[in-house]
């Protein structure tokens, strides 16, 4: 299995300023069809997961520009330019190049 | 616009098997866009993915779980399953089923709570 490897697991982040979440596979996410099938999510309390990134950098609909995801290979980082309070969560990395399709353990955004 | 609706009972005991059901609405579930899928979370817990299902009728299993998975369709009510035999304590989660488009999980139903308890 490949195993996605995120960090920090906690991040206490200002209103206004930066965060960076990282994510690291035990192996190349490349597909055999070009493509590298890494997503970020994020799961805000009492929430069901939600989809922020796809394919690495892809915003999905309706998010943000203040997210922004890049990366390749092994090595992916999920940035968010300036937090915000509704950005309090839960952010988890995924891979669905190899099945089984794993997550990361997750990396949990508070405000200080 | 695409939603799904998890189903079923949120008590089971140990041993026995643990069904639930997905309802999709706002599109079909024979898409060749779609795969669908079932991801699961202890309580405090990280995300697992179970298993998914194309419009094909292919499945995939996470072997951790294979051997007591079963994923299915049923086009006419517009809804998929998933059957999970054998349950201990250890099969407490929150049980979600999602759409992938993209090979990502893009559109996730609310979320069911399944206690496995006698």
């Known amino acids: 299995d490949i195993v996605m490897t995120q960090t920090p697991l906690s991040s206490p982040v200002t209103l206004g300023q930066p965060a960076s979440i990282s994510c690291r596979s035990s192996?190349?996410?490349?597909?055999?069809?070009?493509?590298?099938?890494l997503s970020w999510l994020q799961q805000r309390p009492g929430q069901p997961p939600r989809l922020l990134i796809y394919?690495?950098?892809n915003r999905f609909s309706g998010v943000p520009d203040r997210f922004s995801g890049s990366g390749a290979g092994t090595d992916f980082t999920l940035k968010i330019s300036r937090v915000e309070a509704e950005d309090v969560g839960v952010y988890y990395c995924m891979q669905a190049t190899q099945f089984p399709w794993t997550f990361g353990q997750g990396t949990k955004v508070e405000i200080k | 616009q695409l939603q799904l609706q998890e189903s079923g009972p949120g008590l089971v005991k140990p041993s026995e098997t643990l069904s639930l059901t997905c309802t999709v609405s706002?599109?079909?579930?024979?898409?060749?866009?779609?795969?669908w899928g079932w991801i699961r979370q202890p309580p405090g817990k990280g995300l697992e993915w179970i298993g998914s299902?194309?419009?094909?009728?292919?499945?995939y299993y996470n072997p951790s779980l294979k051997s007591r998975v079963t994923i299915s369709v049923d086009t006419s009510k517009n809804q998929f399953s998933l059957k999970l035999s054998s349950v201990t304590a250890a099969d407490t989660a929150v049980y979600y089923c999602a759409s992938m488009v993209r090979r990502a999980f893009d559109i996730w139903g609310q979320g069911t709570m399944v206690t496995v308890s006698s």
């Open positions: 394919k690495i950098s």
């Open positions: 192996q190349s996410l490349v597909h055999s069809d070009g493509n590298t099938y």
């Open positions: 706002g599109g079909s579930i024979s898409s060749s866009s779609y795969y």
């Open positions: 299902i194309y419009y094909s009728g292919s499945t």
